[in-house]
């Protein structure tokens, strides 16, 4: 079973649609959870960070966390095409293998 | 503020040699992690250096090491290159709490083995 598990994609959205990227590990000790997003040849830069149970939201990004289910999932409203990427989950210091997002003018 | 720095960008090596990838910290973080990142795949955390001290380790064989210096600036060794190491290998600082903290990652070293 591998540690940080991501829906493998691709996704593809319309744009102004809401993009769901979901995860799930396997360390249920895990503290910190982040999602990180990469865009084609460049390195991975922070969209949001969660630690508590619940939603947390910043814009148009919302993360939720539930600990009991050992799931992590990132909403992005209202899509645009510039959101087209590839989203990585990260739990601690380990990352999943990343979900391909396109958003479709 | 001055972001997380690499060198080099790229570096072309043959099977068995030995290779040295550099990073700097951005200001202010005391913590530096390595990844090896293979194409369409996630990052793969290789380890994580603290105070000098390696301070977690992924699932790599002993011929990847690395060092932390006192200017938090690192270093990751490879011995006895293979093929497989053929990878981006991402450097990425963090400030030091309790549980992980969130990292900010230099452009990478784009390392090929032929």
């Known amino acids: 079973q591998k540690e940080v598990e991501q829906n493998s994609g691709p996704l593809s959205v319309p744009e102004g649609a809401i993009a769901s990227l979901n995860c799930t590990y396997s360390?249920?000790?895990?503290?910190?959870f982040f999602w990180y997003r990469q865009y084609s040849g460049k390195s991975p830069e922070l969209i949001m960070s969660i630690y508590s149970n619940g939603d947390k939201e910043d814009g148009r990004f919302t993360a939720q966390l539930n600990k009991a289910s050992q799931y992590v999932s990132l909403l992005i409203r209202d899509s645009q095409p510039s959101d087209s990427a590839t989203y990585l989950c990260?739990?601690?210091?380990?990352f999943g293998a990343g979900t391909r997002l396109t958003v479709k003018p | 503020e001055t972001g997380v720095t690499q060198s080099p960008t790229h570096l072309i090596k043959t099977r068995g040699q030995q290779v040295t990838l550099r990073c700097s910290s951005q200001?202010?973080?005391?913590?530096v992690s390595w990844y090896q990142q293979a194409l369409g795949q996630g990052p793969q955390f290789i380890f994580q250096y603290y105070r000098e001290e390696e301070n977690g380790r992924g699932n790599f064989p002993p011929r990847f090491s690395g060092l932390q210096f006192p200017n938090y600036s690192s270093e990751l060794n490879v011995n006895a290159l293979e093929l497989d190491d053929s990878a981006l290998y991402l450097c990425?600082?963090?400030?030091w709490g309790q549980g992980s903290q969130p990292q900010h990652f230099g452009d990478g070293t784009r390392l090929s083995i032929l």
């Open positions: 990425a600082s963090s400030s």
């Open positions: 200001s202010g973080h005391n913590t």
């Open positions: 360390d249920r000790v895990s503290q910190s």
């Open positions: 990260a739990v601690e210091v380990r």
